[in-house]
């Protein structure tokens, strides 16, 4: 019996994590038809298989060390931008959030290294603020107004709706980080109750049953080809 070879379902995983689960699963499945055909593996084989291995970890090594370098030079720049001024943590979350999206763990962790301020005071000072975020942004932002005009508008119906097809309540991303749903007050455009806005697209008088449509008009980021 042949065995497969990596990926040849046509599944083609799109992150890392992906490609190490599928390549584990082919070496794995590999070695059982190894172990099938000799009654064991034999000796060279394993020895070639180690060998393999170490050099992929010896890549990934230095990969590793590349990735560091460069979070340790960007946390440097935006310390050096603004060392001398008062007030310069949240300066300097804020230009890391503009960088990334949100404020990554190990970045904050190289900050407070270079600040020479505790992890936990840094981190004090991004859950005190809304703005901050821990979590890499959705790709996609629904964003509900439950204002007055809204609200009395079926609003409510909406979120609700919204809730049952992304699986999230209000102020959640869903766990593929494809969509965040929020819950606002107010958009300024009361006279299209109820309204919605996606990705800074406002919709206006929408109803329950445009939501699935307008939902449509999100690509997934990771369709399987
Ligand atoms: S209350 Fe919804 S737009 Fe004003």
Not at 111 to 129: D, H, P, Q
Not at 185 to 206: E, F, H, Q, S, W
């Amino acid at each position: 019996m042949k065995t497969a070879p990596p990926f040849a379902t046509g599944e083609h995983p799109s992150r890392p994590a992906d490609f190490a689960k599928q390549d584990e699963a082919a070496l794995l499945s590999l070695l059982d038809e190894v172990e099938r055909r000799h009654g064991f593996v034999p000796r060279d084989i394993s020895e070639e298989l180690t060998r393999l291995v170490e050099i992929k970890l010896e890549r990934l090594r230095r990969i590793q060390g590349k990735l560091d370098t460069t979070l340790r030079r960007d946390v440097q720049k935006h310390v050096a931008q603004w060392r001398d001024e008062e007030g310069n943590l949240i300066m300097i979350l804020h230009a890391i959030q503009n960088q990334h999206g949100y404020v990554p763990r190990e970045v904050a962790m190289e900050l407070s290294r270079e600040l020479g301020v505790k992890l936990a005071r840094i981190y004090e000072v991004i859950t005190f603020y809304h703005y901050f975020k821990l979590q890499p942004p959705a790709q996609h932002d629904v964003t509900v107004c439950n204002g007055t005009a809204c609200y009395l508008k079926g609003a409510g119906d909406l979120i609700g709706e919204l809730r049952n097809r992304l699986g999230v309540a209000e102020g959640q991303t869903t766990p593929d980080r494809h969509c965040h749903l929020g819950v606002v007050r107010c958009i300024g455009c009361c006279g299209m109750a109820p309204a919605l806005v996606v990705d800074g697209k406002t919709y206006g008088r929408v109803k329950p049953s445009d939501i699935g449509g307008i939902l449509d008009t999100l690509k997934k980021p990771e369709a399987k080809r």
